[in-house]
C-alpha cells in the first residue's frame, strides 16, 4: 500500500504579509505611544499614537488597519507597554482614555475605507488629498468621540467639560498630525513601501 502526500498552503502569501504589515503597524502605534505628555488642559497625554492611527488606516486599509489595532490592543490589555508612556495592562481598556483606545481600530477602518473607497486597497498616488483628508478628518472625530464618552463616563465630566478637555484642545494637533499624514503619503518614500 502507497501513500502520497501533497504540499498544503494552509495560510496563503498574502495573508501572511497582510498580518506581519499589521503586527508591524502595531508595534508602530505603540512607538509612538512613547512619545507621550501630560497635557495641563486635559486628563488625556498629547501622544503621537494618533499618527500611527492615521497612517495605519491609509497604508493598510480598512481591513488590515482595523486588524493592526485590534493586535495592538490586544497586546497592550496583555501587558506590553505599548500605551501611552509605555504603560501597558488590561486597566487601561477601562480608565480614563479607554474611549479613545477602543475607537483606534474603528478609526482606522474607517479611515482606510473613505481612502481606499471599500474594502480593496488602491494606489495611494490615485487618491487626491480632499479624499485623503475626508478620510482622516472622519477619523478623527471617530477617536474623539469615543474619548469624550469615555472621560464623560470614567471621570464623571459634563458633555462641555468632556468635549473642551478631550476633544477640542488637541484639535491644533491633530492638524498637524493631518498634513504630516498628507506629506507621508505623497512623499516618493512610499514608492519602496
Do not use: C
Not at 488606516?57 to 488590515?64: E, K, M, N, Q
Not at 486597566?91 to 477602518?109: D, F, I, M, N
Not at 487618491?127 to 477617536?143: C, D, R
Amino acid at each position: 500500500m502507497a501513500t502520497t502526500s501533497e504540499s498544503v498552503d494552509l495560510v496563503g502569501q498574502e495573508s501572511t504579509r497582510n498580518l506581519a504589515r499589521a503586527a508591524l503597524f502595531a508595534a508602530l502605534v505603540g512607538a509612538f505611544a512613547y512619545v507621550s505628555f501630560p497635557f495641563p488642559l486635559s486628563p488625556a497625554p498629547v501622544t503621537l499614537q494618533v499618527l500611527g492611527v492615521f497612517l495605519t488606516g491609509v497604508l493598510l486599509g480598512p481591513v488590515w488597519g482595523a486588524t493592526a489595532l485590534v493586535i495592538y490592543l490586544a497586546a497592550g490589555a496583555l501587558g506590553a507597554p505599548i500605551f501611552a508612556g509605555g504603560a501597558g495592562g488590561i486597566g487601561h481598556l477601562v480608565g480614563a482614555t479607554a474611549g479613545y483606545l477602543w475607537s483606534y481600530p474603528v478609526a482606522a477602518g474607517i479611515i482606510g475605507f473613505v481612502v481606499h473607497r471599500g474594502p480593496t486597497l488602491r494606489d495611494l498616488g490615485t487618491v487626491g488629498v480632499p479624499t485623503l483628508v475626508g478620510g482622516l478628518i472622519a477619523g478623527t472625530v471617530v477617536i474623539y468621540a469615543a474619548g469624550v464618552t469615555g472621560l464623560t463616563l470614567v471621570l464623571g465630566l459634563g458633555p462641555v467639560e468632556a468635549t473642551v478637555q478631550g476633544a477640542l484642545v488637541f484639535l491644533p494637533a491633530e492638524a498637524a498630525k493631518i498634513a504630516a499624514v498628507i506629506g507621508i503619503v505623497r512623499s516618493d518614500a512610499l514608492a519602496a513601501v
